[in-house]
Nanobody, 121 residues
Framework: QVQLVESGGGLVQPGGSLRLSCAASGSIVSIYSMGWYRQAPEKERELVAEITSDGTTNYGDSVKDRFTISRDIAKNTVYLQMNSLEPEETAVYYC???????????????WGQGTQVTVSS
């Protein structure tokens, strides 16, 4: 009964910026982590950034100086601010949230539908 809706992707020129959003709704009693992954054509899906329940952040080495992950706990929403974008950032970006739908259920990962980010002149 949980749904993750992503938004904010699109076409941007090299050096530009985008802000991605992912909002979770449904039966949620607790969120344990939120993160962003991306998958470029003919490449494996890779971690971009994540934030844990205590606010600790982790970034992939290739993006840590340019991307920032943040969250709005009250809105069950995670954001990814992407600056100084380069063509190699072109990929489908997926959000992932680990949560519980009930105190009687285990922690499970949920994935968004993906949003396309294209960096090109």
């Amino acid at each position: 009964q949980v749904q993750l809706v992503e938004s904010g992707g699109g076409l941007v020129q090299p050096g530009g910026s985008l802000r991605l959003s992912c909002a979770a709704s449904g039966s949620i009693v607790s969120i344990y982590s939120m993160g962003w992954y991306r998958q470029a054509p003919e490449k494996e899906r890779e971690l971009v950034a994540e934030i844990t329940s205590d606010g600790t952040t982790n970034y992939g080495d290739s993006v840590k100086d340019r991307f920032t992950i943040s969250r709005d706990i009250a809105k069950n929403t995670v954001y990814l601010q992407m600056n100084s974008l380069e063509p190699e950032e072109t990929a489908v970006y997926y959000c992932k949230i680990k949560l519980r739908t009930s105190w009687f259920q285990p922690i499970r990962p949920y994935w968004g539908q993906g949003t396309q980010v294209t960096v090109s002149s």
